[in-house]
């Protein structure tokens, strides 16, 4: 059964009357173009890109408790990946199995890009950093952040985030981690 059915059958994802909630928080069914382009609209020097990503981060850091149940009765590591795809931000899956050597993450069909491809030369994808370095920071009990080193926005086949604690990520991708964290 895929996520999404089990949810469904769980109830641990409803549809009501006017409100749709996942593991009991609000969520919504947007268009993504307008949301896609008021974000990018947003993201459009490096503060506000900062600014994005750490509002989504703790957004999903808030859910913790909720959260963290979910992601105990699953395998910590898929659930992370299953989590992304989702909430429909693209189709999230590990370079190569998750260690504490290796947490390079690969995006495919990233909607941002989908929208801001030929739009943007830099990174696009901050809301999506910013729910894998908290999804990640729950199911794995680290404080995680989210680095996005290679983006298909400028061409590449995929999009690439690094995973790691803040520290060691400012050690290794200073420049990038001014631009991004
Ligand atoms: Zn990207």
Redesign the pocket.
């Known amino acids: 059964m895929n996520l999404l059915d089990a949810l469904l059958m769980s109830r641990k994802m409803k549809f009501e009357d006017g409100s749709i909630t996942l593991y009991g928080e609000s969520v919504a069914i947007l268009p993504l173009e307008g949301f896609i382009m008021y974000a990018s609209k947003i993201a459009s020097d490096k503060s506000t890109t900062k600014i994005l990503y750490s509002t989504m981060r703790n957004s999903m850091l808030e859910q913790r408790n909720k959260l963290n149940a979910e992601s105990k009765d699953n395998d910590p590591s898929g659930w992370i990946c299953d989590s992304i795809n989702l909430y429909g931000f693209g189709k999230m899956r590990y370079e190569k199995p998750l260690s504490s050597q290796n947490r390079t993450m690969i995006?495919e069909c990233?909607p941002?890009?989908k929208i801001l491809k030929g739009k943007s030369s830099a990174?696009?994808?901050h809301i999506v950093r910013g729910a894998l370095a908290g999804i990640a920071s729950i199911a794995t009990g680290q404080e995680l952040h989210a680095l996005?080193t290679d983006?298909?926005?400028s061409g590449r086949e995929n999009?690439r985030f690094i995973l790691d604690s803040k520290e060691k990520l400012v050690n290794e991708f200073r420049e990038l981690c001014e631009m991004q964290i």
């Open positions: 995006l990233s941002f890009v990174p696009v994808d996005e983006c298909a926005v999009c």
